[in-house]
């Protein structure tokens, strides 16, 4: 049963344009959201966070938005560079349980076509 | 400051052995996640130990432990490989002191079953 979900698993876009990038969840327990970004052969690393009380949160060229009545997010890369080229995951968590845990979605790889 | 170090990068056995892995957080961090990465799967949370505890666990068999030493170093252990254990093998810190906070994630130890 998958609690996070990315449906896209693939996205192609020319330099300077938009990304979208959309996140979908099932678990209402969920009130912390968080993208991550992974080239090959490195990591996953943070990129951008957003909590339940906001709808919104944006960083330089990169915006997350929360829609909570759809359990929905997504991600907003503007404009996008080849260097964004990239896996981008998209993860959950429940703020009132101890730990770090974070329920991640199966990625959606981004190609930036220069 | 240096960053999370997982060893071996790279892992080849056969079914029925088994393989322990192994991490270095970031110093000073407590906190130590695993998680696995399999194509299209995203990244599966396996476990987390703050403090030489398992402070949460994920839905894998018996067959996948851990274990924190006092200096916050952690090793994963597999016992009974199987095919489907195939995966890269993500280790995460944080300093534990707060819930879900920001993941800093190693480079993985890629993990090849035959």
């Known amino acids: 049963d998958q609690q996070v979900k990315q449906n896209s698993p693939s996205l192609s876009v020319q330099e300077g344009r938009i990304s979208i990038l959309n996140c979908d969840y099932t678990?209402?327990?969920?009130?912390?959201f968080l993208w991550y970004k992974k080239y090959p052969a490195e990591g996953p690393t943070f990129l951008i966070s957003?909590?339940?009380?906001?709808d919104k949160n944006e960083d330089g060229r990169f915006t997350v938005f929360l829609n909570k009545s759809a359990k929905h997010l997504s991600l907003h890369i503007v404009p996008s560079q080849p260097g964004d080229s990239a896996v981008y995951f998209c993860?959950?968590?429940?703020?009132?349980?101890?730990?770090?845990?974070?329920?991640f979605g199966g990625g959606t790889r981004v190609l930036v076509k220069p | 400051k240096a960053g999370v170090t997982q060893t071996p990068r790279y892992l080849i056995k056969t079914r029925g052995q088994q393989v322990t892995l192994s991490c270095s957080p970031i110093?000073?961090?407590?906190?130590v996640s695993w998680y696995q990465q399999t194509p299209g799967q995203g990244l599966q949370f396996l476990f987390e130990?703050?403090?030489?505890?398992?402070?949460n666990k994920g839905n894998f068999p018996g067959r996948f432990s851990g274990r924190q030493f006092s200096n916050s170093r952690s090793e994963m252990n597999v016992s009974t490989l199987e095919l489907g254990d195939s995966a890269l093998y993500l280790c995460?810190?944080?300093?534990?002191?707060?819930?879900?906070?920001?993941?800093?994630f190693g480079s993985g130890t890629q993990l090849s079953v035959l």
């Open positions: 995460a810190s944080s300093s534990g002191r707060t819930t879900n906070e920001k993941l800093f």
């Open positions: 678990n209402s327990m969920f009130d912390y």
């Open positions: 957003i909590s339940s009380i906001k």
């Open positions: 993860a959950a968590s429940d703020l009132k349980a101890a730990g770090n845990k974070l329920t």
């Open positions: 110093s000073g961090h407590r906190s």
């Open positions: 130990y703050f403090s030489e505890t398992q402070r």
